[in-house]
């Protein structure tokens, strides 16, 4: 078992996680040993949920009115003089519901995901380099999932999650893995990337103070780093090879997938904004009107934005759909 203490020095510069140049580059010998170093990653650094996260430290005790709760500066909505105006305790709460509900929403994503790649490593031949890395992929959203759902259970709040809309519409998605499995690629790198960016940044900045939900980032991250590379890795790929109505038709569900997956990783939903009362004022000025958080949100998805460039996805006629839903280059 891996301790967080040897594999953060690896975070920097991490250089056992392949750049784009060797991604795109990779034959079919450089694949198998690029899926073979991604494994042997998955076996030499590894989190158990329950065994590397000190649940139990009185210190890391979860109660709703905890100073520690409130909300880090990275989300937009604490800076606003309704939520500063609010008593300390109920911005303590807010701040904790809103982390837990990234919690949920993970939980939901990982479901999602684990299953679409159940669904893909099922089509996959025998001797085929991927089953063994997809299976790592799947044990280690399996302990975030637990490490997520263990976090909400300690709040004792009630939290939703995704919309119900939204969700049933998730059903759909594992058999994607199956029809078309660059878009399902896509859609992992939309669930994955803003909340990666999110716990980076946060990480970075020192912004967490609650040590659970920095421990809980810290894991997260370190894994989410292999994830993502073997998505962009199979896109590079994989796209490339699409026939023109494959390629066209990735073009025009790429940003409805992403523009979702940004809105419902970076803002509150309604059920949220109901909860807490929060007026549309506060949710203008915080999300919908802020250039601050447009910037997040355009950040929060830059490296697929740039993948999909990099893949002929951003394009006429349908660059226009990035701009409408605020995932463009700024
Ligand atoms: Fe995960
Ligand atoms: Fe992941």
């Known amino acids: 078992m891996t301790t ?11 250089p056992e996680i392949p750049d784009d140049a060797e991604l795109a580059g990779a034959d079919e010998r450089a694949w198998r040993e690029l899926l073979g170093r991604l494994s042997r990653q998955s076996v030499t650094k590894h989190f158990d949920a329950y065994e590397d996260v000190a649940w139990d430290d009185p210190d890391h005790a979860v109660q709703p009115d905890d100073p520690r709760f409130e909300l880090i500066p990275l ?7 309704w939520y500063q105006s609010q008593p300390q305790p109920v911005r303590a709460r807010i701040g904790l519901h809103r982390f837990a509900t990234f919690m949920k929403v993970g939980v939901q994503f990982e479901n999602v995901l684990k ?15 991927e089953f063994r890395y997809v299976y790592h992929e799947i044990a280690e959203e399996t302990q975030h999932s637990m490490m997520f759902q263990e976090f909400v259970n300690r709040t004792g709040l009630t939290v939703g999650g995704m919309p119900r809309s939204l969700l049933f519409f998730a059903r759909s998605i594992p058999s994607l893995a199956r029809r078309f499995p660059e878009l399902f690629f896509v859609f992992v790198l939309g669930g994955e990337e803003p909340i990666d960016q999110m716990q980076r940044r946060a990480l970075r900045e020192r912004q967490w103070r609650h040590p659970l939900a920095e421990r809980i980032s810290q ?44 809105t419902l990783m970076l803002e509150p939903s309604a059920q949220f904004v109901r909860r807490y009362q929060i ?3 506060v949710m203008d000025q915080a999300y919908r009107k802020s250039p601050v958080f447009a910037g997040l949100r355009r950040d929060s998805l830059a490296k697929t934005r740039h993948l999909c460039q990099e893949l002929g996805l951003i394009r006429p006629p349908f660059s226009w759909l990035w701009q409408a839903f605020r995932i463009d280059q700024a």
Do not use: C, W
Not at 75 to 81: Q, R, Y
Not at 115 to 129: I, K, W, Y
Not at 228 to 243: I, N
Not at 254 to 261: A, H, K, T
């Open 219 to 262: 894991i997260h991250v370190i894994e989410e780093a292999r994830h993502m590379s073997f998505a962009r890795a199979y896109l590079l790929r994989h796209v490339p090879r699409l026939g023109f109505f494959g390629r066209g038709l990735l073009a025009l569900r790429s940003p409805f997938i992403l523009g979702n997956m940004a």
């Open 75 to 81: 989300d937009p909505l604490g800076g606003t003089d």
């Open 115 to 129: 299953r679409g790649l159940l669904t893909f490593a099922e089509s996959l031949p025998n001797d085929s380099p």
């Open 279 to 281: 007026p549309k004022d």
């Open 4 to 14: 967080l203490e040897q594999s953060l020095p690896l975070l920097p510069g991490k």
